[in-house]
T-cell receptor, first 110, second 112 residues
Framework: GENVEQHPSTLSVQEGDSAVIKCTYS??????FPWYKQELGKGPQLIID?????GEKKDQRIAVTLNKTAKHFSLHITETQPEDSAVYFC?????????FGTGTSLTVIP | GAGVSQSPSNKVTEKGKDVELRCDPI?????LYWYRQSLGQGLEFLIY????????KSGLPSDRFSAERTGGSVSTLTIQRTQQEDSAVYLC??????????FGPGTRLTVT
């Protein structure tokens, strides 16, 4: 089955700096790669996603890049703000199956 | 509009008891997923419902776990004879396509 690895597990950045979270996947059949933000006591919230026919997607301060050859994808958050502090999960999907990484706890220091 | 809701938000039960967790998906969403999230871990797929098709139960960890979805809407996850290792947050998500999933707030289950 699919195996998704996510790094780092924790990340601290100064407000205004950029944050990068990386994930790798094993199954070349995966064709959809969402990123979720989970705040304490809440369910994950989809923040951005990318499909396998696209190499990069951007939405304001958030961007995701995908390298299908290397089977890795990354989340980039620019100009970080304290409200960006949360746990971020990546996932790789094909068909109806979703495989999640183990999460990155991001802390933005004011 | 209303999002995915789950009840109860917290459940404490004694080992060996049965529990039922409820999920109300977003109206019109045909797909419904159940996941388990253990402390510090990612989301573990449990079961998937799509319309009137037979559910994909491949993620259920044992035969103590079962789920049903009535009328293509509300879903109930049942855990029989609970064990301490069942303690986790149980998340439900619904989707209108096979892509964007909308998660509920979860039910935190504690087995004592």
């Amino acid at each position: 089955g699919e195996n998704v690895e996510q790094h780092p597990s924790t990340l601290s950045v100064q407000e205004g700096d950029s944050a990068v979270i990386k994930c790798t996947y094993s199954d070349s059949a995966s064709n959809y790669f969402p990123w979720y933000k989970q705040e304490l006591g809440k369910g994950p919230q989809l923040i951005i996603d990318i499909r396998s026919n696209v190499g990069e997607k951007k939405d304001q301060r958030i961007a995701v890049t995908l390298n299908k050859t290397a089977k890795h994808f990354s989340l980039h958050i620019t100009e970080t703000q304290p409200e960006d502090s949360a746990v971020y999960f990546c996932a790789a999907s094909w068909g109806n199956q979703f495989y999640f990484g183990t999460g990155t706890s991001l802390t933005v220091i004011p | 509009g209303a999002g995915v809701s789950q009840s109860p938000s917290n459940k404490v039960t004694e080992k060996g008891k049965d529990v039922e967790l409820r999920c109300d998906p977003i109206s019109g969403h045909t797909a419904l997923y159940w996941y388990r999230q253990s402390l510090g871990q990612g989301l573990e797929f449990l079961i998937y419902f799509q319309g009137n098709s037979a559910p994909d139960k491949s993620g259920l960890p044992s035969d103590r776990f079962s789920a049903e979805r009535t009328g293509g809407s509300v879903s109930t996850l049942t855990i029989q004879r609970t064990q301490q290792e069942d303690s986790a947050v149980y998340l439900c998500a619904s989707s209108q396509t096979r892509y964007e999933q909308y998660f509920g707030p979860g039910t935190r289950l504690t087995v004592t």
